[in-house]
């Protein structure tokens, strides 16, 4: 049981437009919420992370959007640019469940931004 | 670079065999967690350590076990390979138990 959905295996977007990446997720115990980016042959990259009390996080050209009524959140990269390339991996923690903190990760999407 | 590093970053071994793989966290962080990816899965949680007892297991395999040591290294120890254990491992670190997590590079394993 897949509790952590990214339902686009891949994306394309032109230079200089948004990239759009979604993630959907079951546990209604997941409170913190995770981007990770990956390129291959290296582990991932923390990108940028959002507390189940907030709806919006920002960091540079790089959004996070959490829904909890839909229990989804994306990613929003504006302007994209050639070196966003990657993997890009949600992954989900439930910060209150005692002893068990680990995170729980989407298959991944991947990015390809078309010069 | 993360801070963390992994070794070795390849390993060739045949069925049945036994493996180490060695987890340096960045500095100061007393969290390690193992991670294994197997081929069009998505990083699946193995487990968790925090400043040298287990805090969290995962989807962990009796053949396999870990430990972190007082110098908050961490080794995950893989026995009775078989050939579906070939995937890629990594190692995250963190400074507490819930923070943002710092991944390695990661061991590629191949079982032959």
């Known amino acids: 049981d897949q509790q952590v959905k990214q339902n686009s295996p891949s994306l394309s977007v032109q230079e200089g437009r948004i990239s759009i990446l979604n993630c959907d997720y079951t546990n209604s115990m997941f409170d913190y919420f995770l981007w990770y980016k990956k390129y291959p042959a290296e582990g991932p990259t923390f990108l940028i992370s959002?507390?189940?009390?907030?709806d919006k996080n920002e960091d540079g050209r790089f959004t996070v959007f959490l829904n909890k009524s839909a229990k989804h959140l994306s990613l929003h990269i504006v302007p994209s640019q050639p070196g966003d390339s990657a993997v890009y991996f949600c992954a989900a923690s439930a910060l209150k469940r005692a002893g068990s903190y680990q995170l729980t990760f989407g298959k991944g999407t991947k990015l390809s931004v078309i010069p | 670079d993360s801070g963390v590093t992994q070794t070795p970053k390849h390993l060739i071994t045949a069925t049945g065999q036994r493996v180490t793989l060695r987890c340096s966290p960045r500095s100061g962080d007393l969290s390690v967690y193992w991670y294994q990816q197997s081929l069009d899965q998505g990083l699946q949680f193995l487990i968790q350590?925090?400043?040298?007892?287990?805090?969290a297991k995962g989807n962990i395999l009796e053949r396999f076990s870990a430990q972190q040591f007082p110098d908050l290294h961490s080794e995950l120890n893989l026995s009775s390979l078989e050939l579906g254990d070939s995937a890629l491992y990594f190692c995250?670190?963190?400074?507490?138990?819930?923070?943002?997590?710092?991944f390695g590079p990661g061991t590629r394993l191949t079982v032959l």
């Open positions: 350590y925090y400043n040298g007892e287990e805090r």
């Open positions: 995250a670190s963190s400074p507490h138990e819930y923070n943002e997590q710092f």
């Open positions: 959002i507390s189940s009390i907030k």
